[in-house]
């Protein structure tokens, strides 16, 4: 039993979903050619002057809010001094004094993680290194983050997991962001310190940054919690410092010793004047907000008896969620719409590389695809390759059926030809099938499948073979 409590504290940024960037009119695109989405605003050009963007400050309320977040009447911004190459004006405009929320709180699992603030900033820059040189690409620069910071409440690298999953499902589900950790739209560092178990006194706080899944963050906080340990059980000291992830290492290494507050110097940007938030505003920010993971979650338990796999799944977008509803209401058959979406739909989606959002097809066509399969009308591969063909152009699935001759092969007396003519030619399947060797009926049957282009059914073919098959020869 370890003799250390985990105190995990997460600072969580979100690139918020606007067109344009925080204080300037560039657009906030991802993937443009370098230093093509630049102004002399977010370049830090002399002179220049910031101009907050008001959808920003819509979004970032709206998480706010989903997070049990007080907002502030009185907002202002400041300056976070800092020297990066990939920051122009040597200061990043942040929030610090007043930030946008404070004390919210997230529910997992039944334990409560306190939200210390929300607060909005601009990014910086990126940089690009190659083996002799760097290079900077300033069209990050001034885009629009919201920065959740959690208080010190999470207790184990797993917890810190489960947190992340369902902050990321929030901020995606009130559509404040699409929180694509592979563009970097989500990114998350992490403090963490060992105290004495029960003790109040909390121990030397180290910051973990470079980690660019949920995964490595939760595998970060596992080996920090080792070396921590292993520091403290030595009677040595733990250095309160900046530590990076080495993914390939499966290490924390050393970046930098670890700055306060009062090394950036922040103070107000005098370039923008206080913001007050009206009430009207934050209660029209309130009324947007959808029904929560949460409370969904909770709702598709009793509403429709799904499993705790299924919930997850479904509810991992809210696109999807929605979309099984209303597929529901045309098709009410939980089971075989649950099952189609979590299996041949989510499977054409990733096998063409679709995301969840670009689907044309609608829950109506869907649904009656689902039943034509349900029905026997189609077997269920012409009813997956249908699927395949209208899942990014929506078309009527009864109309393709028709069209392209697509309707369950049925026939008794042309089945019973289909499987004579299958054992005739393949002999040596036929008499393994009667040694008892089952693989062999599988692959007889395949014969007929693909001689009718899977318009007949499996077990109707596989309950022929083994009547014909047992009769003497």
Not at 116 to 136: C, F, M, N, P, Q
Not at 201 to 217: A, C, D, I, P, Y
Not at 239 to 248: A, H, I
Not at 407 to 432: F, Y
């Amino acid at each position: 039993m370890s003799k250390f409590d985990s105190v995990i504290g997460l600072e969580v940024h979100v690139q918020l979903a606007t067109a344009s960037k925080m204080f300037c009119r560039c657009p906030n695109i991802f993937g443009k050619e370098p230093n093509s989405l630049v102004c002399p605003v977010c370049m830090g050009l002399p002179g220049i002057l910031p101009v907050l963007n008001k959808k920003a400050l819509d979004l970032g309320t709206r998480v706010a809010l989903a997070l049990n977040c007080a907002i502030q009447e009185k907002i202002i911004f400041e300056r976070k001094h800092y020297f990066y190459p990939d920051l122009p004006k040597n200061f990043q405009i942040s929030q610090y004094a007043r930030p946008l929320g404070e004390e919210g709180k997230l529910d997992i699992k039944g334990e409560t993680i306190r939200i210390k603030r929300v607060h909005l900033e601009e990014d910086a820059g990126k940089l690009i290194h190659t083996r002799d040189y760097s290079l900077v690409d300033l069209n990050r620069a001034g885009v629009p983050l919201l920065e959740i910071v959690s208080y010190p409440d999470i207790s184990s690298a797993s917890q810190a997991y489960d947190y992340l999953k369902e902050l990321k499902l929030i901020v995606q589900y009130v559509g404040a962001s699409s929180c694509d950790m592979e563009k970097g739209f989500l990114r998350c560092d992490a403090n963490i310190s060992l105290k004495e178990e029960g003790s109040p006194t909390l121990g030397v706080k180290v910051e973990l940054k470079n980690m660019n899944s949920f995964r490595q963050v939760e595998s970060a906080l596992e080996y920090e919690i080792r070396r921590q340990e292993k520091i403290l059980l030595s009677n040595k000291k733990v250095f309160q410092e900046t530590r990076l992830w080495d993914e390939e290492k499966k290490i924390t290494t050393v970046m930098r010793t670890k700055e306060e507050a009062h090394d950036y110097r922040y103070f107000p940007e005098p370039d923008l004047l206080p913001i007050t938030i009206k009430e009207k505003d934050v209660e029209t920010q309130k009324k947007s907000i959808p029904e929560m993971p949460a409370r969904r979650r909770q709702r598709f338990s009793q509403q429709y008896y799904l499993g705790e796999k299924e919930i997850e799944i479904i509810l991992s977008n809210m696109f999807l969620a929605e979309f099984f509803e209303a597929s529901h209401k045309i098709y009410p058959n939980t089971k075989k719409v649950v099952n189609w979406i979590i299996g041949p739909l989510l499977e054409v989606l990733n096998s063409k590389g679709i995301e969840t959002e670009k689907i044309q097809l609608t829950p109506d066509n869907f649904a009656r695809l689902i039943k034509l399969a349900s029905e026997g009308k189609v077997t269920n591969i012409v009813a997956k390759d249908i699927l395949s063909q209208i899942i990014d152009k929506d078309a009527d699935p009864e109309r393709i059926v028709q069209e392209k001759g697509l309707s369950c092969v049925s026939n008794q007396e042309e089945l019973t030809g289909l499987v004579k003519d299958a054992i005739e030619s393949n002999p040596r399947a036929a008499d393994d099938f009667r040694t008892g060797k089952e693989q062999a009926l599988m692959f007889l049957v395949g014969q007929v499948m693909r001689k009718t282009r899977g318009k007949a059914s499996p077990n109707t073919l596989k309950s022929l073979f083994i009547k014909i098959l047992k009769e003497k020869p």
